[in-house]
């Protein structure tokens, strides 16, 4: 059976963080947090292929990707009807974005 492409990612960035870490002679003890850092941060839906695309977005683009996603629950909650657009927007914002 074939790997999903975001397995596929997975372990190519934790291959290039091995060589990474290899090359600059980091510490057993750390290579091992880290390892498990980006196993947890996948484990728990935290890392993919759509979060590398907000990353390099600009963040005028990431605003208003957080405004489209985080719309259609935010405009149902009745305390954000009246707010301004700039409140609106930092709550967007502050939400994690599931793509």
Request: include cysteine; aromatic fraction near 12%; glycine fraction near 2%.
């Amino acid at each position: 059976a074939s790997m999903n492409e975001s397995t596929t990612a997975f372990y190519k960035r934790i291959d290039n963080l091995n060589h990474f870490m290899r090359d600059k002679n980091f510490p057993q003890p750390l290579q091992v947090r880290l390892r498990d850092y980006f196993r947890f941060q996948r484990s728990h839906g935290m890392a993919d292929d759509r979060h590398d695309l907000l990353v390099m977005m600009s963040s005028q683009l990431r605003t208003e990707v957080a405004d489209h996603v985080h719309a259609k629950w935010i405009n149902q909650v009745s305390f954000f009807q009246d707010c301004p657009q700039d409140f609106y927007t930092e709550v967007a914002m502050s939400l994690k974005l599931k793509l």
